[in-house]
């Protein structure tokens, strides 16, 4: 049934103005103006909150969903793919999707978006039905897999529900699947991998990064059954620690786990991943879980069963295969990014008649983020989808013996002069990958020392 436009307003509506990519965002007028490219947590001010450092997180989501659908990898012959947003809260990331993924390809998305919390749901509701997308969707609503009709709203492409995340799970299958709570995605995980179709999308976001990278010991132990080192592969860990969890509930429920992009990305890990049933492969799970192993003469190395005398250096269990997909993450770039996700002149000046408050500085940080979103992801792609070492810059003068590092864009253009594979990866920190070997990584280093200090 449609959404009517009659329905009470939230309380606070309309709120403040902001642009996320190219969609208008209604913010309640008790949260602060977001400052660009915010790096950290923000302060949530209650029901409905935006937390503005996500939205590079929203952005990957746009354009890995724009991908399967173009490339089809998912579904073929021009299927449709139902899409599913188990804690919508304000909408963003479902009005993201209708707004900026082309047109020719928005009749082929199902969208569902569920919230529990009233407040959020109405604010989302309202803010689809004031700023719909260019693109009118017609489909009618799908029956859930006990062949009845979903109590709910559809309005315009997208069906609103209200109820537990886990219970919604639980009465309806889907091809992709979206769980970014507040804190911990464990309690959501075994519902949604039995909501999944036989193959399909889980995109799981986690915040709890103390328990993920190990700063609290005893929340990564009861949550995840894993022990961490805080040092400089903590980010790494925590997004293989995620990963590890991720592929073993699957494998209980017969269902095998392939990555397609995992990050750290400022307080958060986000990880998109493809699921399929074949007990024959979630049998095989454990090959890809095991330790990381830190020593004296190299910084890490992954062992399946470290020896008693290894375990006060090592974290895990974790995920010790593959992160990424190489052929679908070369191809987020900026340029993508922009050609989807960047407003127009057009998209400006609407959202400035709507009360946006933006000059041209504001559009520049804007631009911005929206690279950095997708920064290094595509050239880190092939060494990201298979064995390689993840070096951070400034630990290499300790291994070295040399008085500091050199630029990093200098050495991972000798290693590739070298005929090895080297890039960035996308990471706060200084940190690169490379299937150079270490002792060849630490030669090269001191060469470069040598040559500089001439």
């Given at each position: 049934?449609?959404?009517g436009?009659?329905?009470?307003?939230?309380?606070?509506?309309?709120?403040?103005?902001?642009?996320?990519?190219k969609?208008i965002?209604?913010?309640?007028?008790s949260?602060?103006?977001?400052?660009?490219m915010?790096r950290?947590p923000?302060?949530?001010?209650?029901p409905?909150?935006?937390?503005?450092?996500?939205a590079?997180?929203?952005?990957?989501?746009?354009l890995?969903?724009?991908?399967?659908?173009e490339n089809?990898?998912?579904?073929k012959?021009?299927k449709s793919?139902?899409?599913?947003d188990?804690?919508?809260?304000t909408g963003?990331?479902?009005?993201?999707?209708?707004n900026?993924i082309?047109?020719?390809?928005?009749?082929?998305?199902?969208i569902?978006?569920?919230?529990?919390?009233?407040?959020?749901?109405n604010?989302?509701?309202?803010?689809?039905?004031?700023?719909?997308?260019?693109?009118?969707?017609?489909?009618?609503?799908?029956?859930?897999?006990?062949?009845?009709?979903p109590?709910?709203i559809?309005?315009?492409g997208?069906?609103?529900?209200?109820?537990?995340?886990?219970?919604?799970?639980?009465?309806?299958?889907?091809?992709?699947?979206?769980?970014d709570p507040?804190?911990?995605p464990?309690?959501f995980l075994d519902?949604?991998?039995?909501?999944?179709?036989?193959?399909g999308?889980?995109?799981?976001?986690a915040?709890?990064?103390?328990?993920?990278?190990?700063?609290?010991?005893?929340?990564q132990?009861?949550?995840?059954?894993?022990?961490?080192?805080?040092d400089l592969y903590?980010?790494?860990?925590?997004v293989?620690?995620?990963?590890?969890?991720?592929?073993?509930?699957?494998?209980r429920?017969?269902?095998?786990?392939t990555?397609?992009?995992?990050l750290f990305?400022?307080?958060?890990?986000?990880?998109?991943?493809?699921?399929?049933?074949s007990?024959?492969?979630?049998?095989?799970?454990?090959?890809?879980?095991?330790?990381?192993v830190?020593?004296?003469?190299?910084?890490?190395?992954?062992?399946?069963h470290?020896?008693?005398s290894?375990?006060?250096?090592?974290?895990?269990?974790?995920w010790?295969?593959?992160?990424?997909?190489k052929?679908?993450?070369?191809?987020?770039?900026?340029?993508?990014?922009?050609?989807?996700?960047?407003?127009?002149?057009?998209?400006l000046?609407?959202?400035k008649?709507y009360?946006l408050?933006?000059?041209?500085?504001?559009?520049?940080?804007?631009?911005?983020?929206?690279?950095?979103?997708?920064?290094?992801?595509?050239?880190?792609?092939?060494l990201?989808?298979?064995?390689h070492?993840?070096?951070?810059?400034?630990s290499?003068?300790?291994?070295?013996?040399?008085p500091?590092a050199p630029?990093?864009?200098?050495?991972?253009?000798?290693?590739?002069?070298?005929?090895?594979?080297?890039?960035?990866?996308p990471d706060?920190?200084?940190?690169?990958?490379?299937?150079?070997d270490f002792q060849?990584?630490?030669?090269?280093?001191?060469?470069?020392?040598?040559?500089?200090?001439k």
């Amino acid at each position: 049934m449609a959404g009517g436009q009659n329905e009470d307003l939230p309380s606070g509506w309309p709120g403040s103005i902001w642009l996320e990519g190219k969609t208008i965002i209604h913010m309640q007028n008790s949260q602060p103006r977001p400052s660009h490219m915010p790096r950290g947590p923000a302060k949530k001010t209650g029901p409905g909150f935006l937390n503005p450092a996500m939205a590079p997180a929203r952005t990957r989501s746009v354009l890995l969903l724009s991908d399967v659908l173009e490339n089809e990898w998912l579904v073929k012959d021009g299927k449709s793919i139902r899409v599913f947003d188990a804690l919508c809260s304000t909408g963003v990331r479902i009005r993201r999707w209708r707004n900026e993924i082309p047109s020719n390809l928005q009749n082929r998305l199902r969208i569902t978006a569920n919230d529990l919390d009233d407040f959020a749901l109405n604010w989302a509701k309202k803010s689809h039905q004031t700023h719909p997308p260019s693109t009118t969707i017609e489909h009618s609503v799908e029956s859930d897999r006990y062949g009845k009709t979903p109590e709910g709203i559809f309005d315009n492409g997208i069906f609103f529900q209200q109820l537990d995340a886990r219970v919604a799970l639980s009465e309806a299958s889907y091809q992709w699947i979206d769980v970014d709570p507040f804190g911990s995605p464990v309690s959501f995980l075994d519902s949604a991998i039995q909501s999944l179709a036989r193959t399909g999308v889980l995109e799981v976001t986690a915040t709890d990064t103390a328990a993920l990278t190990g700063s609290s010991l005893s929340s990564q132990k009861r949550r995840y059954g894993a022990k961490g080192i805080v040092d400089l592969y903590a980010h790494d860990d925590a997004v293989r620690t995620l990963m590890s969890l991720i592929a073993t509930t699957a494998a209980r429920h017969d269902k095998s786990m392939t990555p397609i992009l995992a990050l750290f990305d400022g307080h958060h890990v986000r990880v998109s991943v493809m699921l399929t049933t074949s007990k024959e492969k979630a049998s095989d799970v454990h090959s890809n879980i095991g330790w990381r192993v830190r020593s004296d003469h190299i910084p890490y190395q992954f062992k399946k069963h470290p020896d008693e005398s290894e375990l006060e250096r090592a974290s895990g269990p974790m995920w010790i295969g593959p992160l990424w997909n190489k052929d679908i993450t070369q191809r987020i770039t900026e340029e993508r990014a922009l050609e989807l996700c960047h407003p127009s002149q057009e998209d400006l000046e609407v959202a400035k008649s709507y009360g946006l408050d933006w000059n041209e500085q504001d559009l520049e940080y804007a631009t911005r983020e929206l690279r950095r979103s997708v920064r290094h992801i595509s050239k880190a792609a092939d060494l990201m989808s298979r064995e390689h070492l993840l070096l951070n810059l400034d630990s290499l003068p300790k291994w070295s013996n040399t008085p500091g590092a050199p630029k990093m864009e200098v050495l991972i253009e000798r290693l590739i002069e070298k005929g090895f594979c080297a890039a960035r990866a996308p990471d706060s920190e200084p940190v690169f990958v490379t299937d150079a070997d270490f002792q060849e990584v630490v030669k090269t280093v001191q060469e470069l020392s040598k040559s500089s200090a001439k």
